[in-house]
């Protein structure tokens, strides 16, 4: 099986986010989709070890928001690479409350859905989370983020927790792992004066993977 034929699936780049016992929560991710439109239902699949699905299974509530393409690695870093349970991703004064009391900020988002959830599906490693959305609203009129432009564009990375996340080896690049915020940069060397974009550490933070 060729597993990188998988990477020809198109995706967009979103944060969903939660809140359950005064806890707020997010995480990013590729994996949302709409799946039905009477009633308008998403669908987004949370790795089981990520606090965000561990929230979402107790609060039964998750938003999502639609990155846009001006996003820096330093915000996609902030909910896609830092664990909630290791730092607070939402103490940074920019956090709105959507209809449902759920967190999310409205910068770099073209779009905000909130949605209660109306079925969980246990798939494995990740847990599916099928919302019907009860607010759906535009946001910044600049062009939404895809999966692609963040690989291609961007220079980004995707961690281990990802569904769409394939090891070095079969996606046959080298690969350098920050140990403090495990942001993962990609290149058979590492530059000497290389600063992580997302924690700030330099390159002596870092080990092969
Ligand atoms: C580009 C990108 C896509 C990601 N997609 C997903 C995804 O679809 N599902 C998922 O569980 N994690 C995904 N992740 C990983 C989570 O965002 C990451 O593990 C995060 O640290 C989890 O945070 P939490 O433990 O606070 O919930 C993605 C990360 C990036 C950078």
Redesign the pocket.
């Known amino acids: 099986m060729d597993q990188t034929a998988l990477f020809k699936l198109s995706y967009g780049?979103y944060i969903v986010s939660t809140a359950y016992d005064g806890k707020q929560?997010g995480?990013?991710?590729?994996?949302l989709t709409q799946v039905t439109s009477e009633p308008a239902r998403l669908a987004v699949?949370?790795?089981k070890?990520?606090?965000?699905?561990q929230l979402i299974e107790k609060s039964g509530l998750f938003n999502a928001v639609v990155l846009t393409q001006d996003a820096p690695i330093e915000h996609?870093g902030r909910?896609?690479?830092?664990?909630?349970?290791d730092r607070e991703?939402y103490d940074r004064g920019d956090t709105q409350l959507d209809e449902n009391g759920l967190p999310y900020t409205k910068q770099y988002a073209a779009a905000l859905f909130s949605c209660k959830v109306v079925q969980m599906l246990d798939v494995g490693t990740?847990m599916m989370f099928i919302g019907e959305v009860t607010q759906a609203e535009k946001l910044d009129g600049a062009e939404p983020m895809t999966?692609a432009y963040?690989h291609q564009v961007k220079k980004?990375t995707?961690?281990k927790?990802?569904?769409?996340y394939q090891k070095p080896a079969q996606s046959k690049k080298t690969a350098w792992k920050c140990k403090v915020c495990?942001y993962i940069y990609e290149g058979d060397t590492l530059p000497e004066d290389f600063v992580c974009p997302v924690c700030k550490q330099p390159a002596s933070a870092f080990e092969k993977i």
């Open positions: 780049l929560n995480c990013v991710v590729n994996t699949t949370v790795n070890a990520n606090l965000t699905a996609i909910f896609g690479f830092a664990r909630g349970a991703k990740h999966y963040y980004g995707t961690p927790n990802a569904p769409s495990g």
